[in-house]
């Protein structure tokens, strides 16, 4: 901490040195003091080479470098000042207070650091001739010397102190607001739509022509299995035939068929000692699966794929125009929004394409896991699941890009992402059905 305030003394922002005139102050820094008597006398603002001076004064008296005298009464006389006599308890909770009145005059709290004024001067009077105290009350009052301690005690004075900081920071959010969205251009907007374009046609490309090639491998390999079990069936005996149940042979009760055939041997199975030949498990994918998804995807064929993936892309792109189209409507025109159309869509462009990155992964374990497990249904569970956590999340951060693009509620955002997203799905939807008609 000491260090940063250090920084701060050198900073070109006038708020940031007496931020750090008052931290080294605090802190009784004494490495602070040849900087803060540099400030004393170069600082381009008045307000800070009076406060470096205080500064510099408080921490040579509170290290013992100068001695604080006890006025005489002669001296008390002269000056107008009376020292009274405070315990020890009542001083040092009084120090306490104005220590905590610096932290909160930094935080930008100028209501508690004033009220915190006042009660350390109740508890220790002696505080209204202290350097550091005066220094504090002139800061947060904008008086000067005896003025600004008793401005202290003027709640008028605190209340309109609150409402002007408060327009302050307020008026400072929408500045830097502002700034913030005015970061993105249309040229931005165009380069993310390119960029987006390119890993969906990507992403659509790769994930349907893995689709189809697993599902072109699983029915070379399980007609291959079936070709097997049925040589395996029809040998006299069946020597090769290990039934769901263990049995082995010819089965009393079984019908002779593929899904009541655990594996089949490499050759005839003899009992123990003699040592088991090679097997090959019977694959018993899904009914769904084996007649509807396995023969359609393993018919469509790479070419169809590669086709449907870049339509895929276009697709993807034109809905996720409409979602952006759609939330700037409404979070302009019904929620007062006060965002830019191209920040929320550099934003959420920038988003969808490292979600579409991610979901190439997640989609290809998913299709890996699917079509190895013949359709399994615990299987398509799983990957379900983890795509539907996948897309709650890139829909929560999506809502949180838009409540910081148009400074509202969340629930506000959740409501226009949520109308965009109905668009989205819309026009995905009516895409997708077209294209798969065409192609």
Same mark, same amino acid.
């Given at each position: 901490?000491?260090?940063?305030?250090?920084?701060?003394?050198?900073?070109?922002?006038? *708020?940031?040195?007496?931020?750090?005139?008052?931290?080294?102050?605090?802190?009784?820094?004494?490495?602070?003091?040849?900087?803060?008597?540099?400030?004393? %006398?170069?600082?381009?603002?008045?307000?800070?080479?009076?406060?470096? =001076?205080?500064?510099?004064?408080?921490?040579?008296?509170?290290?013992?470098?100068?001695?604080?005298?006890?006025?005489?009464?002669?001296?008390?006389?002269?000056?107008?000042?009376?020292?009274?006599?405070?315990?020890?308890?009542?001083?040092?909770?009084?120090?306490?207070?104005?220590?905590?009145? $610096?932290? =909160?005059?930094?935080? %930008?709290?100028?209501?508690?650091?004033?009220?915190?004024?006042?009660?350390?001067? *109740?508890?220790?009077?002696?505080?209204?001739?202290?350097?550091?105290?005066?220094?504090?009350?002139?800061?947060?009052?904008?008086?000067?010397?005896?003025?600004?301690?008793?401005?202290?005690?003027?709640?008028?004075?605190? *209340?309109?102190? !609150?409402?002007?900081?408060?327009?302050?920071?307020?008026?400072?959010?929408?500045?830097?607001?502002?700034?913030?969205? $005015?970061?993105?251009?249309?040229?931005?907007?165009?380069?993310?739509?390119? @960029?987006?374009? &390119?890993?969906?046609? !990507?992403?659509?490309?790769?994930?349907?022509?893995?689709?189809?090639?697993?599902?072109?491998?699983?029915?070379?390999?399980? *007609?291959?299995?079936?070709?097997?079990?049925?040589?395996?069936?029809?040998?006299?005996?069946?020597?090769?035939?290990?039934?769901?149940?263990?049995?082995?042979?010819?089965?009393?009760?079984?019908?002779?068929?593929?899904?009541?055939?655990?594996?089949?041997?490499?050759?005839?199975?003899?009992?123990?000692?003699?040592?088991?030949?090679?097997?090959?498990?019977?694959?018993?994918? /899904?009914?769904?699966?084996?007649? $509807? /998804?396995?023969?359609?995807?393993?018919?469509?064929?790479?070419?169809?794929?590669?086709?449907?993936?870049?339509?895929?892309? @276009?697709?993807?792109?034109?809905?996720?125009?409409?979602?952006?189209?759609?939330?700037?409507?409404?979070?302009?025109?019904?929620?007062? #929004?006060? #965002?830019?159309?191209?920040?929320?869509?550099?934003? &959420?462009?920038?988003?969808? /394409?490292?979600?579409?990155?991610?979901?190439?992964?997640?989609?290809?374990? #998913?299709?890996?896991?699917?079509?190895?497990?013949?359709?399994?249904?615990?299987?398509?569970?799983?990957?379900?699941?983890?795509?539907?956590?996948?897309?709650?999340?890139?829909?929560?951060?999506?809502?949180?890009?838009?409540?910081?693009?148009?400074?509202?509620?969340?629930? $506000?955002?959740?409501?226009?992402?949520? &109308?965009?997203?109905?668009?989205?799905?819309?026009?995905?939807?009516?895409?997708?059905?077209?294209?798969?008609?065409?192609?």
């Amino acid at each position: 901490m000491a260090k940063e305030d250090l920084k701060k003394l050198r900073s070109k922002d006038p *708020e940031e040195r007496k931020s750090g005139i008052r931290g080294v102050a605090k802190s009784l820094d004494r490495n602070a003091l040849l900087q803060l008597a540099t400030m004393a %006398g170069d600082d381009p603002d008045p307000n800070i080479r009076k406060l470096a =001076q205080q500064a510099g004064v408080y921490i040579r008296q509170k290290t013992g470098d100068i001695e604080v005298p006890n006025p005489k009464p002669s001296d008390t006389k002269s000056s107008g000042a009376k020292h009274i006599t405070v315990d020890d308890a009542s001083a040092q909770k009084a120090q306490k207070l104005m220590e905590y009145a $610096s932290f =909160q005059s930094e935080n %930008g709290d100028k209501a508690k650091a004033m009220k915190a004024l006042v009660k350390a001067a *109740e508890l220790d009077p002696n505080l209204r001739n202290d350097s550091f105290y005066i220094s504090l009350s002139e800061t947060l009052t904008n008086l000067e010397g005896n003025a600004a301690i008793n401005a202290l005690r003027d709640e008028s004075r605190i *209340e309109q102190t !609150v409402q002007k900081d408060v327009q302050i920071k307020l008026d400072k959010e929408v500045k830097a607001h502002q700034d913030e969205v $005015s970061t993105a251009s249309g040229r931005d907007v165009l380069f993310d739509s390119g @960029l987006f374009l &390119l890993i969906s046609v !990507v992403v659509g490309v790769v994930l349907l022509f893995l689709t189809v090639y697993q599902a072109s491998q699983y029915k070379t390999n399980l *007609e291959a299995n079936r070709k097997l079990v049925t040589e395996a069936l029809d040998e006299p005996g069946m020597p090769r035939v290990r039934w769901i149940d263990g049995e082995i042979g010819v089965h009393p009760t079984f019908d002779f068929e593929a899904k009541n055939v655990a594996l089949i041997y490499a050759a005839p199975y003899a009992p123990p000692p003699a040592p088991e030949p090679a097997k090959t498990e019977v694959m018993k994918p /899904t009914e769904l699966f084996e007649k $509807s /998804t396995m023969p359609y995807w393993s018919d469509l064929g790479i070419g169809r794929a590669v086709v449907r993936g870049i339509g895929f892309g @276009l697709i993807a792109l034109l809905a996720v125009w409409g979602l952006l189209g759609v939330t700037h409507l409404f979070a302009r025109t019904f929620f007062g #929004g006060d #965002g830019r159309f191209a920040y929320t869509a550099h934003r &959420l462009l920038t988003l969808y /394409t490292g979600r579409a990155v991610l979901l190439v992964v997640i989609g290809f374990v #998913g299709i890996m896991l699917y079509f190895g497990g013949g359709g399994d249904n615990s299987m398509a569970t799983i990957f379900l699941v983890i795509l539907g956590i996948f897309a709650f999340f890139t829909f929560l951060t999506s809502a949180t890009t838009v409540k910081n693009a148009y400074r509202f509620g969340i629930f $506000s955002a959740i409501i226009v992402i949520l &109308l965009g997203l109905v668009v989205a799905i819309l026009i995905g939807g009516a895409g997708g059905f077209f294209l798969t008609q065409i192609v």
